[in-house]
């Protein structure tokens, strides 16, 4: 009863290099989540799929790419790192509105 | 724009006692209120939520209250324990968790 997995849970980049987080969920839920949390600051919404073959952008989208690439797989890319994208990266995932939500264990990126 | 915040950063309460965080929303349309709770090095983790037609929810030693009038919401902890050492997050939404708006979070420390 894997959940949400992430991987990796560390990562450090250099400016300008790409990476791809990866989430996975055993739940077969179709609503799939991506959000950054930095230092005293709320959990920010990256891009959401509301199900399989869709996605939107969420608040703070500029320097992310993302694809749902089945129901249990939803992936964030970064094309080019910067050092503002420094931050923890929590994938998360629901059944339907109003329900309980299951996170990640969050992956720990540091753009250098 | 919308906001959410807690009112203290840190809250420090003697073992056994109870506990209460607070949080206040800006936008009056917010219908679904979501507490997490965050250990250290972990993913947030639902504890309990409350719709916007009740005022009043209780769970496993812990309540929710909401007070629309003033736009607030309190989580109370009964009987406080070491293992309730976390940060906590409100979280607002106004229509979907595409919508949803976290708190900062305010650091629960319990002392012996």
């Known amino acids: 009863n894997a959940g949400v997995t992430q991987t990796p849970k560390f990562q450090v980049l250099k400016t300008g290099q790409s990476m791809t987080l990866q989430c996975a969920q055993d739940?077969?839920?179709?609503?799939m989540y991506w959000y950054r949390q930095d230092p005293g600051m709320g959990l920010r919404l990256i891009y959401y799929?509301?199900?399989?073959?869709?996605?939107d952008k969420g608040e703070v989208p500029n320097g992310y790419n993302v694809s749902r690439l089945n129901k249990r797989e939803f992936s964030l890319r970064l094309e080019s790192a910067a050092p503002s994208q420094t931050s923890v990266y929590f994938c998360?995932?629901?059944?339907?509105?109003?329900?309980?939500?299951?996170f990640g264990q969050g992956t720990r990126l540091t753009v250098v | 724009g919308e906001s959410v915040g807690l009112h203290l950063p840190t809250l420090s309460v003697q073992e056994g006692d109870n506990s209460i965080i607070n949080c206040a929303y800006s936008?009056?349309?917010?219908?679904?209120f979501i507490w997490y709770k965050q250990e250290s090095g972990k993913g947030p983790q639902f504890i309990i939520d409350?719709?916007?037609?009740?005022d009043k929810r209780q769970g496993q030693r812990v309540t929710v209250l909401l007070n629309k009038t003033v736009k607030h919401l309190s989580l109370q902890i009964a009987a406080t324990q070491p293992g309730d050492s976390a940060v906590y997050f409100c979280?607002?939404?106004?229509?979907?968790?595409?919508?949803?708006?976290f708190g900062a979070g305010t650091r629960l420390a319990v002392h012996p």
């Open positions: 998360a995932t629901y059944i339907g509105f109003n329900t309980e939500a299951f």
């Open positions: 739940m077969n839920h179709n609503s």
């Open positions: 799929s509301a199900s399989e073959g869709t996605t």
């Open positions: 936008n009056s349309a917010s219908d679904y």
């Open positions: 409350i719709r916007s037609n009740m």
């Open positions: 979280a607002v939404s106004s229509g979907g968790y595409n919508k949803l708006i």
